[in-house]
């Protein structure tokens, strides 16, 4: 544990916590990515399966139990408003299309699993980041959402690089995912310093 890997958590939790907002504030999902909340989905679920074999700490416990939920609950009411805002062989297309067909390979070990999280969180975003281009521009809450996101990120990437200096521990998986999600967020991240911050509304070029 240390603070980086603490505020990350944190990060993650009000991200969710945005999104459900955005959701129960606007009632409806328009903005919102179903490709990257399933993907999202998909990655928690291979990633915490350990929840119930693994003890690592009470806090470990704590917050991967808070994040199913949080993580449950943001999909539970996106699928609902989703469900009421288009047909069922959208929703049904939204939950099968972007599961890649290796994910039942590897339930051969829950550490397969937890690689295969890990690079699928990665991209999961991508999706979202291009419907935000496409459209041109996003919801003030909305971008509060990707923004916490990715400040999750980028702080669990520091996170590692200091368990490497005070704890000699490398995971060359983990750290290389998290580089190239970081990079993804980058150009989020000045339009959102230089333009949500400042009270104008996010717009992307198309």
Not at 71 to 84: D, K, N
Request: charged share 15%.
């Amino acid at each position: 544990m240390n603070l980086f890997r603490f505020l990350g958590d944190l990060s993650h939790l009000l991200a969710i916590i945005l999104l459900l907002l955005k959701i129960w504030k606007s009632r409806s999902c328009a903005g919102i990515s179903g490709k990257s909340q399933v993907l999202f989905a998909v990655v928690f679920t291979a990633r915490y399966l350990d929840l119930f074999t693994n003890y690592i700490s009470l806090y470990n416990t704590c917050m991967k139990a808070e994040l199913c939920v949080a993580r449950g609950s943001a999909w539970t009411t996106f699928s609902l408003h989703l469900r009421s805002t288009c047909n069922c062989h959208v929703v049904l297309c939204l939950l099968s299309r972007p599961v890649p067909s290796h994910l039942i390979l590897s339930v051969v070990s829950l550490q397969i699993l937890w690689t295969f999280s890990i690079y699928l969180e990665s991209v999961a975003i991508l999706p979202q980041l291009f419907m935000v281009s496409k459209t041109g521009e996003a919801e003030t809450i909305t971008s509060h959402y990707l923004f916490a996101l990715g400040v999750y990120r980028t702080l669990y990437l520091f996170n590692w690089i200091w368990r490497y200096h005070f704890e000699g521990f490398f995971d060359l998986i983990a750290i290389v995912a998290g580089l190239v999600q970081t990079v993804l967020y980058c150009d989020f991240f000045y339009l959102y310093i230089t333009k949500v911050l400042k009270g104008k509304k996010l717009s992307l070029p198309a």
